[in-house]
């Protein structure tokens, strides 16, 4: 089981992660649904 300090540096890549993904196009203008179709689809990507 990950520490603390773990798990935060995770979550921290996550989102950097997922900041790149929304840099790639930054005139669009993503729905809540299509964030967290985003953000499945990386966790899954993850557990892949």
Same mark, same amino acid.
């Given at each position: 089981?990950? !520490?603390?300090n773990? *798990? +935060? /540096?995770i &979550?921290k %890549?996550m %989102?950097?992660d997922l900041l *790149? #993904?929304?840099e &790639? !196009?930054? /005139?669009?203008?993503y !729905?809540p +649904?299509?964030? +967290? /179709? $985003? #953000? /499945? %689809?990386y #966790? !899954?990507? $993850?557990?892949?």
């Amino acid at each position: 089981m990950p !520490t603390e300090n773990e *798990r +935060k /540096d995770i &979550q921290k %890549a996550m %989102a950097y992660d997922l900041l *790149r #993904i929304f840099e &790639q !196009t930054p /005139d669009k203008v993503y !729905t809540p +649904k299509e964030i +967290k /179709d $985003l #953000i /499945d %689809a990386y #966790i !899954t990507g $993850l557990n892949q």
